[in-house]
């Protein structure tokens, strides 16, 4: 069989007034994502993962923030999509594994949640998707609060 190894890595800022979106789930709190779509941290650093093992660019290229199309989108969308590009190239997914880098909201909670979103929108196991939360002790942007920052890792086999 042939694997390929993706790597994903987004980051966006916060503020006052803004949705926060994580793993596809709102989350209420008093900051959210600055972005020209949801600003779905978690959805980004994964689909860019994704695009990544399959040598098809990253997130920008095919979806650019540039582009009047995905103004205000859904990353959800943008999820599927990315997928159904990997999927042309013959591959699925064997499994995904990210850690939400964020001082504040706490996100344990919320986990099971995204994980299930996701899983169902990729039609996977939802134990082929793993989320993690940690927060930097305070140090960094961070743990200044100012942003969220995601990694992500995605395991593609050729079917």
Known sequence: MNFRIGQGYDVHRLAEGET??????????????????????????????????????????????????FKNIDSKI??????????????????????????????????PEMEMVMAKLLQIDVDQISVKATTTEKLGFEGREE???????VLLKKL
Not at 95 to 104: G, K, R
């Open 20 to 69: 926060l979106w994580l793993g596809g789930i709102l989350i209420l709190h008093h900051k959210g994502t600055v972005a020209h779509s949801d600003g779905d941290v978690v959805i980004h650093a994964i689909c860019d993962a994704i695009l990544g093992a399959a040598k098809l660019g990253d997130i920008g290229t095919n979806f650019p923030d540039t582009s009047s199309e």
């Open 78 to 111: 943008l999820l599927d999509k990315s997928y159904q590009l990997a999927q042309k190239k013959g591959y699925e997914i064997v499994n995904i594994d990210c850690t939400i880098n964020a001082q504040q909201p706490k996100l344990k909670p919320f986990i």
């Open 147 to 153: 942003g969220i920052s995601v990694n992500a890792v």
